[in-house]
């Protein structure tokens, strides 16, 4: 069954049909398209086009549907896309009431409704990921707070910070990632049914009641606008793509810790794969697999920007794709959080290791130079002053703390014994890399 064969006198052609069919990827609408469904028909017989009995059985119907079928089986079966599998499922068990469903409603604003369902409910999954992980992290944060390391700027040692300094970078990305999530809800959570194709529709369904039924706060107002509005799918692929972005560096950052060369962190055997050649080998697999779907995630955004920048307005057949770019979106995402999340729980830190980097009293230079600083030396020559002893500490492959300061300035006649401790170095900043606790959101 086609819901538009009238008008053709040929079937299509195989390989369009394949094309075409959408049912493989908008099937998991099941659950959506029957709940607007029936909500649409309710709204049907409130203006008079349905009669009670009608409504009734049409109703049953859909809600019977829905325990007869899961999306998997609905994907076997041989129609164009959800919405026409409903409507011909529907024929077969009610009969002729069924064709009287689609009545001033189009496909248009039909699959609009069912997507805005879908993806409202998707954001709650999602926010509920991210909390989760957060909770990974200031846990880590929290256990870990006298744990040093040292900060890196270019990926050179910059100066020193506790373990939660560092979570809370992440959780902090996280958390604006959860803010952008919470605040696109409200662009999502609009009706746009009753919008038709494009132009509206004829008979004066309540649109309101039919919002209220659906848990949609406000309803459309443009019916050309309602029926190609997508950027409720371009904010989620965005969100997602900055998501994973961050998911990304902290990877990239776990990938580098990890190594033999530094040695900061053991990732458990959960998240990481042998080698088949070499027995010695663990690899980080987790991570990098979470840093290439960052990237991947990036094309999803892209590809899909670029197949809304041509439209005419309004309805085109090249929105059909923003489902698979949104489901591949959202099971990656998630995914990459989870694992993420697992990896963040189980890593073991190699403590000293960590400690004896962060005691590379270089990562105090800053330290001195604000020493002289306090004494009265303006800034800019304290640095210079300082560099200098940083440059012959180097040429003579000593410490900073190895070598005589007072070489450079008298002013260091009373340096404490243990300026340079790195937790001192900690101590004397304010902020976030002092911080003792994190709190919880
Ligand atoms: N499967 C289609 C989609 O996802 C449904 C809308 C079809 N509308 C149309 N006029 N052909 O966009």
């Given at each position: 069954m086609k819901l538009w064969q009238g008008r053709f006198e040929e079937a299509g052609d195989p390989v369009f049909e394949k094309m075409n069919r959408s049912l493989g990827i908008d099937a998991v609408l099941l659950d959506e398209d029957i709940r607007a469904s029936r909500a649409h028909a309710r709204a049907l017989f409130g203006c008079g086009v349905l009669t009670e009995a009608e409504w009734q059985d049409i109703d049953r119907g859909l809600e019977q549907i829905l325990t007869e079928y899961t999306p998997e089986q609905v994907k076997a079966?041989?129609?164009?896309d959800i919405h026409t599998f409903v409507e011909a499922t529907l024929a077969q068990k009610i009969?002729?009431?069924?064709?009287?469903?689609?009545?001033?409603?189009?496909r248009n604003d039909q699959v609009a409704t069912d997507f805005r369902l879908f993806v409202r409910k998707a954001i709650s999954l999602v926010l509920a990921d991210l909390d989760a992980l957060d909770s990974a992290l200031t846990e880590s944060g929290n256990a870990n707070t006298d744990v040093l390391l040292p900060a890196y700027t270019h990926l050179r040692r910059a100066q020193p910070i506790r373990w939660s300094a560092y979570c809370a970078a992440f959780i902090e990305m996280f958390r604006r990632d959860r803010e952008r999530f919470e605040q696109s809800v409200g662009r999502v959570?609009?009706?746009?049914?009753?919008?038709?194709?494009?132009?509206?529709?004829n008979f004066p369904v309540d649109r309101e009641a039919i919002a209220r039924e659906l848990g949609f706060s406000r309803i459309s107002r443009s019916t050309v606008d309602a029926t190609c509005d997508r950027d409720f799918v371009i904010e989620f692929l965005s969100n997602a793509a900055i998501a994973m972005v961050h998911a990304s560096r902290l990877a990239e950052d776990w990938i580098i810790y990890s190594t033999e060369e530094f040695g900061f962190l053991e990732l458990s055997e959960k998240v990481t794969t042998g080698s088949s050649l070499m027995p010695q080998k663990k690899n980080p697999d987790g991570l990098e697999l979470i840093r290439a779907k960052a990237g991947v995630m990036t094309g999803l955004l892209t590809g899909f920007l670029v197949v809304m920048?041509?439209?005419?307005?309004?309805?085109?057949?090249?929105?059909?794709e923003d489902k698979e770019a949104f489901f591949s979106a959202f099971n990656t995402l998630r995914l990459a959080l989870s694992v993420l999340r697992l990896t963040v729980r189980t890593v073991v830190l190699n403590k000293e290791r960590m400690a004896a980097a962060a005691?590379?009293?270089?990562?105090g230079a800053t330290d001195l130079a604000d020493f002289l600083v306090v004494k009265g030396v303006p800034f800019r020559t304290a640095h210079e002053t300082v560099g200098r002893a940083v440059r012959d500490a180097i040429a003579n492959r000593q410490?900073?703390?190895?070598?005589?300061?007072m070489a450079y300035?008298?002013?260091?006649?009373?340096?404490?014994?243990?300026?340079?401790a790195p937790m001192n170095i900690v101590n004397r900043?304010?902020?976030?890399?002092?911080?003792h606790g994190l709190s919880s959101r």
């Open positions: 079966t041989p129609y164009e009969g002729q009431a069924a064709f009287k469903l689609h009545t001033g409603r189009s959570d609009v009706l746009p049914l009753g919008s038709g194709a494009v132009a509206g529709s920048k041509g439209l005419p307005t309004a309805y085109d057949k090249d929105l059909q005691a590379d009293s270089f990562m410490q900073l703390n190895e070598i005589d300061l300035s008298p002013l260091f006649a009373d340096l404490p014994a243990d300026y340079l900043k304010g902020g976030a890399s002092s911080l």
